[in-house]
């Protein structure tokens, strides 16, 4: 019995060593991807008009999508505007690129289209994400009230033929 507690001990000492040298290479791995991440924050100015109005407008258009859950039909048209917004973001980002000097301090419109994927197309995909979330929501209630009122249906006609 005090070998396989031993061997029990030997093995939970292994598998929390392990654990932490796994923990300790994802902390120094996603170490650099964070610092990225706040630099890129760090070098916007979020106090220029133009940026401030991207972030209102996306915030409107999250409490539209939500305010308008029970209308499926105006949450489809919020999706297509959505999507046709991600479809768009590489000619706005040219565009924007192009005429940067006319509403900007500084040019954020790179060729690779950071910015324009991170403020203008992951927020319209997230407000799509839920649109597409609570229609799945609205179909699965559908489907159980259709479900019911066929069981309804059927009882009512095996009650009709008993009497």
């Known amino acids: 019995m005090e070998d396989l507690k031993a061997a029990l001990n030997e093995h939970v000492d292994l598998v929390s060593e392990l654990l932490e040298k796994f923990s300790a290479e994802l ?3 996603f170490g650099p991807a964070v610092d990225n991440f706040v ?3 760090h070098a916007i100015d979020w106090k220029e008009p133009w940026l401030i109005c991207l972030l209102t407008f ?10 308008s859950r029970k209308n499926v039909n105006f949450q489809l048209c919020l999706s297509l505007l959505s999507f046709s917004g991600v479809y768009f973001a590489e000619r ?8 940067w000097k006319s509403f900007s301090s500084q040019n954020y419109f790179d060729p690779h289209g950071l910015f324009i ?4 197309s992951g927020p319209l995909l997230i407000i799509t994400i ?12 559908l489907m159980v009230k259709w479900k019911k009122a066929e069981l309804r249906h059927r009882a009512r006609l095996v009650r009709d033929k008993q009497e």
């Open 92 to 99: 706005i980002n040219s565009f924007l690129g192009e005429n």
């Open 39 to 41: 630099g890129f924050f």
């Open 130 to 141: 839920l649109i597409v979330v609570n229609t799945l929501f609205t179909l699965c209630h």
């Open 117 to 120: 994927s991170v403020l203008w």
């Open 58 to 67: 996306h915030f409107f258009l999250l409490v539209t999508t939500m305010l």
């Open 27 to 29: 902390r120094s791995g």
